[in-house]
């Protein structure tokens, strides 16, 4: 048999929060955000639940090219732009839509030699100071793709840096308005974050949001808001099983360095599931954890294979019981027993995302639907 841990990708669910998506900007089209292996989902498994996207945004030439092995025809857009000139040619080949925000992009486009113009968004830098041309410049940068016979059409996009705290979008809306006025093209702002808290702003919704995060079921706004204040559905479980069961007495310590000690005789149950599988290595005693789909708590040390977990919620529990580390507990278990990614990210000091795409290699997946 093999180890019992597993991850599960809900399709269903996240075919659930594209409609949620489009439900808060239903005059836009929206992107699913697809980088990173589509958030450690497996870009293959996530395309099942989200093939009704408009289009799809991701980093890699490889992932671009899995997207059209698996015959979609529709928009792809590649988030940081060609890294080197030669990228060009596969952004022909594949019918990529690319992201320009360097001047040297924009040189590389004006040598390539190309049948078919490409489309091109044109990236500002509208505050967040990562990628994209300062306002300055973005005017001649424009003008230069514009004159370009490669440049088909261009449109215009820019990223937040707060739109999920309190700072918000306001100011940088503002900033873009300001130095996109008289350019034509369609615009995209929006992250996740932007998509759940500000489409109410004018100029937010615009023609394409770039939604991430909420379709993989975790909430931008974490611990302020969660997938349940959203109406979004966890998109992958993570879950093992009991292995064994050791009995504790006042002053036993369990794990590396010890870091837990017994208050009173009590029965721990040790999980196939450690910071080798993708759990976080910091997360502390106290950590949620579904047993039975009970919520118990982690006790002591993460360690690679392991992580231990107080067991007194749960006395029927024992060797083989279902474990859920995030996502969706046994069927039937307490509260439809969900352990949203967000809960676990938070007591271990992370987010949702990091959680999700450090899913190791060596769990197994399935689509569960
Ligand atoms: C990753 C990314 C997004 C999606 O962000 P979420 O917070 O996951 O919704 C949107 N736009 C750009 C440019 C990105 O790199």
């Not at 697809?34 to 980093?59: I, P, T």
């Not at 392991?306 to 069927?331: F, K, R």
Request: glycine share 10%.
């Amino acid at each position: 048999m093999p180890r019992p841990i597993q991850a599960l990708i809900h399709t269903a669910a996240l075919a659930h929060n594209l409609a949620v998506a489009r439900q808060r900007v239903p005059d836009s089209r929206v992107w699913a955000v697809v980088k990173a292996n589509a958030y450690g989902h497996g870009l293959e498994r996530a395309f099942q639940g989200l093939r009704r996207a408009d289009g799809f945004a991701l980093l890699d030439l490889e992932e671009a090219q899995r997207l059209r092995a698996l015959d979609w025809r529709g928009p792809i857009l590649l988030l940081e732009g060609c890294f080197e000139p030669r990228d060009l040619e596969q952004c022909s080949r594949l019918s990529l839509w690319h992201v320009v925000h360097t001047a040297e992009q924009i040189d590389w486009l004006a040598a390539h030699k190309t049948h078919v113009p490409h489309r091109v968004f044109l990236k500002m830098n509208s505050g967040m100071n990562r990628l994209g041309f300062p306002e300055a410049a973005l005017r001649s940068a424009w003008a230069r793709l514009n004159a370009l016979p490669q440049v088909d059409e261009i449109s215009l996009m820019t990223h937040f840096s707060d739109a999920d705290g309190p700072r918000g979008v306001a100011h940088q809306v503002q900033v873009f308005a300001r130095a996109t006025a008289d350019l034509p093209g369609e615009r995209s702002l929006a992250n996740s974050a932007a998509v759940l808290r500000h489409t109410a702003a004018a100029g937010v919704a615009a023609d394409w949001v770039r939604a991430g995060i909420m379709l993989y079921g975790s909430a931008p706004d974490a611990p302020a808001g969660s997938i349940e204040s959203w109406g979004l559905k966890p998109t992958m479980t993570l879950r093992s099983r009991l292995i064994g069961i050791q009995h504790l007495q006042p002053g036993d310590t369990v794990g590396y360095g010890s870091t837990y000690t017994a208050a009173q005789a009590v029965r721990i149950g040790i999980v196939a599931c450690g910071y080798a599988d993708g759990y976080p290595r910091h997360a502390p005693s106290g950590t949620p954890v579904l047993v039975d789909g009970v919520r118990c708590a982690l006790v002591g040390r993460v360690s690679m294979d392991m992580i231990t977990v107080d067991l007194t919620p749960v006395p029927q529990a024992g060797l083989g019981s279902e474990v859920t580390l995030w996502g969706c507990g046994p069927v039937g278990g307490e509260h439809g027993s969900v352990l949203p990614i967000d809960e676990v990210a938070h007591a271990a000091g992370t987010i949702g995302y990091e959680l999700m795409c450090a899913l190791a290699q060596r769990v197994p997946v399935e689509v569960a639907d």
